[in-house]
């Protein structure tokens, strides 16, 4: 049976049998009964796979096997590390199809509604995954987009955004963040820092092109290794963040709920902590969706019970 397919040549073979057979013969010699034009060179290369030492002496039959199938192993993994290339040049290709345009592995987008363009059109091909971390849940103006998404969602896509706790100083980032995590954007808040990240299908990722100035646009990176290393940062962030419902309360939440029990009227308690009664009501319609309250009574029961008040 024949070592070519672990990657040894004929000669390199019929050299190691040889050396194996008769461990104290001469290279010369064996050359001639060999009938190798350059037993040395030939000697050489078995030397450099580690299959002989510099006294000719073979390593055993079980060493020498080791060592090919090891190094046929690596040199598979370089071919399909080759491989993989290929692919990201099929992507490209491919999206270079669909769009019309030059595609390029790293690209610099000028402004946010092309930033959401993009994103939105690859999730219109494929509404596989996307997860995103941002500062806040609700960016003002930004409406036009919801729509979309919503389609998206509908479609299956598997959505996690990750936001700010300091952005629950206003009170309209939670109810907002809650009626997405109902339509099935799952978000979750965090008090890690962090920069604007949004990962589609695992296989673009986008990033803020200036950390200083958030109007300088996005990157759009294609590149597998940068884009596997950004999702697991993100996955890494989002197994140590907490849900909606499982955050203490914040102090804004605090002087609402502590209010609410103190005064018999909304006017008055609103006036208590410095705010309109229209805002003091939807905290309070907040807190009582994040108790599972039916009545302001039964908020203040359950508050009690989880130690709020």
Same mark, same amino acid.
């Given at each position: 049976m024949s070592l070519a397919s672990l990657g040894l040549t004929t000669e390199q073979e019929r050299l190691y049998r040889y050396l !194996? %057979?008769?461990?104290?013969?001469?290279?010369? +010699?064996?050359? $001639?009964?060999?009938?190798? *034009?350059?037993?040395?060179?030939?000697?050489?290369? !078995? %030397?450099?796979?580690?299959?002989?030492?510099? +006294?000719?002496? $073979?390593?055993?039959?079980? *060493?020498?096997?080791?060592?090919?199938?090891r190094r046929r192993v690596e040199q598979t993994q370089r071919q399909l590390t080759e491989l993989t290339v290929v692919w990201d040049v099929l992507k490209e290709l491919t999206e270079e199809h669909r769009s019309g345009r030059h595609v390029q592995m790293v690209e610099h987008l000028t402004d946010g509604p092309t930033v959401t363009r993009r994103m939105y059109a690859m999730l219109g091909d494929d509404p596989g995954e996307f997860v995103h971390m941002k500062e806040r849940a609700l960016y003002r103006g930004t409406e036009y987009a919801a729509a979309p998404f919503k389609g998206f969602l509908a479609a299956g896509l598997r959505s996690r955004t990750l936001f700010?706790?300091?952005?629950?100083?206003?009170?309209?980032?939670?109810?907002?963040?809650?009626?997405?995590?109902?339509?099935?954007?799952?978000?979750?808040?965090t008090t890690e820092p962090f920069r604007h990240l949004a990962v589609v299908n695992r296989?673009?990722?986008?990033?803020?092109?200036?950390?200083?100035?958030?109007?300088?646009?996005?990157l759009q990176i294609r590149q597998p290794g940068a884009v596997a290393m950004l999702a697991e940062v993100f996955e890494g962030m989002w197994a140590r963040a907490r849900d909606l419902d499982d955050l203490p309360l914040s102090p804004v939440e605090q002087r609402v709920l502590h209010a609410l029990t103190?005064?018999?009227?909304?006017?008055?308690?609103?006036?208590?902590?410095?705010?309109?009664?229209?805002?003091?009501?939807?905290?309070?319609?907040?807190?009582?969706?994040?108790?599972?309250?039916?009545?302001?009574f039964q908020a203040a029961l359950l508050a009690r019970d989880r130690g709020w008040l």
């Open positions: !194996l %057979r008769k461990p104290h013969a001469n290279l010369d +010699a064996a050359g $001639v009964e060999l009938g190798m *034009a350059d037993g040395r060179g030939v000697a050489a290369e !078995l %030397r450099a796979l580690r299959l002989v030492d510099e +006294a000719l002496t $073979v390593v055993t039959p079980t *060493a020498a096997v080791d060592l090919l199938v700010s706790a300091q952005a629950l100083e206003d009170p309209e980032q939670k109810p907002y963040a809650r009626f997405w995590h109902t339509l099935g954007d799952l978000h979750r808040v296989s673009v990722a986008f990033v803020q092109a200036d950390p200083a100035d958030p109007k300088a646009g996005a103190s005064h018999d009227t909304d006017e008055a308690a609103a006036r208590s902590i410095n705010v309109s009664v229209r805002k003091f009501r939807a905290h309070v319609a907040d807190l009582m969706a994040r108790l599972g309250a039916s009545t302001r």
